[in-house]
């Protein structure tokens, strides 16, 4: 089990949290198990970047993202260079310390 620490975030997870989630787990899917209701507007096909997320500590520890995934961040609001995708991380063995950016860009909502 690592322990994640997600960063306060004004709708998603006001106080912020801590969560014990298993080695091989998807990230995104174990958030939401806990009650961190994190966007996923492409439904995890790595689509979109309404799920987001910044590694504040354990980035390291994930697999390489892959060239789509890359792209994708490329146009997510607020990307730095520790940024991800949530649901294509899965959990290794280290803590993660994670934050939610204030803002996603939610193309299937604007599509409408
Ligand atoms: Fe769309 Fe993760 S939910 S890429």
Redesign the pocket.
């Known amino acids: 089990m690592v322990t994640v620490t997600i960063l306060p975030h004004h709708e998603i997870c006001p106080q912020g949290a801590t969560v014990e989630l298993k080695t091989g787990e998807n990230l ?1 899917e174990g958030l939401h198990e806990h009650g961190i209701k994190i966007e ?12 987001h997320v910044i590694m504040r500590e354990g980035f390291d520890s994930l697999e390489e993202m892959d060239d789509v995934e890359g792209d ?1 961040l490329d146009r997510a609001w607020g990307l730095e260079p520790n940024s991800r ?4 991380c899965i959990i290794a063995d280290k803590d993660l310390i994670i934050e939610i950016p204030k803002y996603t860009l939610n193309h299937a909502k604007e599509n409408h």
């Not at 996923?40 to 979109?48: E, R, T, V």
């Not at 995708?85 to 294509?88: E, F, G, T, V, Y």
């Open positions: 995104l996923h507007a492409c439904d995890m096909s790595k689509a979109c970047t309404t799920c994708l995708l949530s649901c294509q």
